[in-house]
């Protein structure tokens, strides 16, 4: 389905469609030069499914890059009694793994590294800096759309996630290009 950009691809001259479609719904063809995603894959349970469709659905050439979040370490992803309330809160959140997990999904289903580059958690801890401002400026509109009680957990998990990400995952943008053949 086409969705409608906010005009600044036509603005620079660039001819491309925008789609909202779940990604097992995609017909297997090679059909986007480009695949982008950004924070997105987290919520995959299947990841090596969406990277096995994404190369089919690359034309040759093409490139697959995204944003996300990843532990540092494995033992990071046993759950705590912070995760159990964000799980009983707001269900599962992330599926979230270690970078060398999602390197060897990425390898397995025909793509080859290009390059990663990360993006300083000072500045994703900014972003939830104006989320927490934004939520608390305009609460009366939350509130009464879900709730006291889950604007209160909003605001403690966006808190709780500013602390969390200072020292436990990276945030990283990973480029890959489909191999040849």
Request: net charge neutral.
């Amino acid at each position: 389905m086409g969705v409608p950009d906010d005009g600044r691809a036509a603005r620079h001259g660039v001819d491309v469609t925008f789609e909202v479609v779940h990604w097992k719904n995609l017909p297997e063809v090679e059909t986007y030069d480009a695949i982008y995603s950004d924070e997105v894959i987290v919520h995959f349970f299947d990841l090596g499914g969406f990277f096995a469709r994404c190369w089919k659905l690359l034309r040759a050439n093409g490139v697959m890059a995204h944003k996300e979040l990843h532990w540092r370490h494995a033992s990071y992803g046993d759950v705590t009694p912070l995760g159990n309330h964000i799980q009983k809160v707001f269900g599962f959140t992330g599926n979230y793994i270690p970078l060398h997990k999602e390197l060897r999904l990425l390898e397995e289903n025909g793509f080859r590294l290009e390059g990663i580059f990360e993006i300083p958690m000072a500045d994703y801890q900014k972003t939830i800096d104006m989320w927490l401002k934004n939520v608390f400026g305009h609460r009366v509109r939350p509130k009464a759309l879900a709730g006291e009680q889950f604007y209160k957990d909003y605001r403690a998990y966006l808190k709780a996630a500013r602390r969390f990400m200072a020292s436990e995952v990276y945030l990283l943008d990973i480029v890959t290009s489909r191999k040849m053949g």
